[in-house]
């Protein structure tokens, strides 16, 4: 069965370091990935996306994130942590086989402190 | 530029009362959809769309229908509410399968219902 798994549920970073939110993923084909943010009381917002195109993927706001297949993980970066990336991250994978489907990991809180 | 709309905002429903939640979507998407999200789960899918007419169940159909009669339209009906549908549900539209390039999901703002 295809899924996603977040591996932390809060993650807690000082103001000016690197973040890193980690993702694994379970797919019997080859995958689209994604990184969606929400900020308090607010929508969801893409952040970026892997297609099976560069395996470097560069997001909105200075995330990245690097699609590893031997290591089945799509883990999300910045170098240095900002007050307003404070939010709920979550990650997506696309579904080939099932016509659209959209699978959502279960979310990581990100906390940023001054 | 409105994207993807939800209405109601907010609702409290009484348990067994029935209702319908509106997902309207202005950028000709062939795809939507309707989650909800609860704390610790992420956000699981109820039922979606690839098109006018069609609808598909997702991980958690039981207790809610759908309709796309029109294309811009996505309608997620609870025939008889209960506590365990209390939740914040989202709709969220695609022109195409989310693998493409030029392809995103938009969501909706959200809507929070209570049942008591």
């Known amino acids: 069965a295809q899924s996603v798994t977040q591996l932390d549920s809060h993650v807690s970073v000082s103001e000016g370091t690197p973040v890193l939110l980690r993702c694994n993923y379970s797919?019997?084909?080859?995958?689209?990935l994604f990184w969606y943010v929400q900020h308090p009381n607010k929508g969801l917002q893409l952040l970026l996306k892997?297609?099976?195109?560069?395996?470097l993927v560069k997001g909105i706001n200075g995330f990245e994130a690097e699609f590893k297949k031997s290591e089945t993980s799509f883990h999300l970066t910045k170098p240095s942590a900002h007050m307003s990336d404070a939010a709920e991250y979550f990650c997506?994978?696309?579904?080939?086989?099932?016509?659209?489907?959209?699978?959502f990991g279960q979310g990581t809180e990100l906390s940023v402190k001054p | 530029n409105a994207g993807v709309t939800q209405t109601p905002k907010f609702r409290v429903l009484k348990t067994g009362q029935s209702m319908t939640l509106l997902c309207a979507q202005d950028?000709?998407?062939?795809?939507m959809y309707w989650y909800r999200q609860d704390p610790g789960m992420g956000l699981r899918l109820i039922h979606y769309?690839?098109?006018?007419?069609?609808?598909a169940k997702g991980e958690v159909p039981d207790g809610y229908n759908v309709s796309r009669l029109k294309k811009q339209n996505f309608l997620l009906g609870l025939e008889s509410a209960a506590p365990s549908q209390t939740s914040v549900y989202f709709c969220?539209?695609?022109?195409?399968?989310?693998?493409?390039?030029?392809?995103?999901?938009?969501f909706g703002q959200g809507t929070r219902l209570t049942v008591v």
């Open positions: 969220a539209s695609s022109y195409q399968g989310p693998s493409f390039m030029n392809t995103e999901a938009f």
């Open positions: 797919s019997s084909y080859s995958p689209s």
């Open positions: 892997y297609t099976s195109a560069a395996t």
């Open positions: 997506v994978v696309y579904i080939y086989n099932q016509g659209g489907k959209l699978i």
């Open positions: 950028m000709n998407h062939e795809y």
């Open positions: 769309s690839v098109g006018e007419g069609t609808t």
